[in-house]
């Protein structure tokens, strides 16, 4: 929930996966209608919703829904998750690429009305953590 009383969850689905779902305050909408397993979801105050996602437990990416469209935002082998969001809509995420950990971040920019998102790609951090055995 963000400060503006918006609301974001996964639930299951009726084929069996799981799906993003948003309310505004006066409706419900469905974000997610894919084969995907979707969860996680998280939302900024100004709206921007991010998940984690994908086709199996070894290939999930981290997703947007800007508010007209969803965008893959990782887009990559590793196995992401975890997703937080500031108030602004700018992104952190750990992905695993076998043997370490890595921390991502994807910063947003507005240009020129506040409902156009440009996202201004992503960013190692120099964090990387070995997993436990």
């Known amino acids: 929930m963000n400060s503006n009383g918006q609301v974001v969850w996964h639930e299951n689905s009726e084929n069996g996966d799981f799906e993003i779902f ?3 305050g006066n409706a419900v909408q469905r974000i997610t209608n894919n084969d995907y397993e979707d969860r996680l979801p998280v939302i900024s105050d100004n709206g921007i ?8 437990d070894e290939l999930i990416d981290i997703f947007i829904y800007n508010g007209s469209e969803i965008l893959n935002l990782s887009n990559n082998s590793y196995f992401d998750e975890e997703p937080l969001i500031n108030k602004q ?3 952190v995420w750990r992905g695993f690429d076998g043997q370490y ?3 991502y971040y994807a910063q947003r920019k507005i240009i020129p009305e506040p409902s ?5 790609g992503t960013s190692l951090l120099g964090l ?5 055995a």
């Open 101 to 103: 950990y890595q921390v």
């Open 22 to 24: 948003y309310y505004d």
């Open 116 to 120: 156009t998102f440009f996202l201004l």
């Open 89 to 91: 809509g700018d992104i």
């Open 128 to 132: 990387a953590f070995k997993k436990r």
């Open 49 to 56: 919703i991010a998940w984690r996602g994908g086709p199996s």
